[in-house]
């Protein structure tokens, strides 16, 4: 008998830990990868035309100012109509 409750313990947390990895909620997000463009300074802060590996096109507002004709890795929240993408994080891909 005592061979078996750390065996069971064992299996336990391995089923849990594959069902958090698998689970899209527990995936860390990976960002966006693409292209920064017609780069526009305002009042707060830079928007910009972004083209990801699909060749979508997006415009996107950062507080930080992007390099123009470089390529990013970007995450951010779309703004209630979908129009614009609100950068949380940007990062140049090297």
């Known amino acids: 008998m005592k061979g078996k409750y750390p065996l069971l313990c064992i299996s336990v947390v ?3 830990s594959i069902a958090m990895i698998t689970n899209p ?6 960002g966006i990868i ?13 928007t910009f035309s972004f083209e990801d590996t699909n060749g979508s096109n997006m415009r996107c507002f950062s507080y930080n100012e992007p390099l123009n004709n470089e390529i990013y890795i970007i995450k951010g ?14 990062k140049l891909l090297e």
């Open 14 to 16: 391995f089923i849990i």
């Open 25 to 30: 909620e527990y995936e860390e997000e990976k």
């Open 34 to 46: 693409g292209l920064v463009f017609d780069i526009h300074k305002t009042e707060k802060g830079f």
């Open 77 to 90: 929240n779309f703004s209630s109509d979908g129009n614009m993408l609100f950068i949380k994080e940007m």
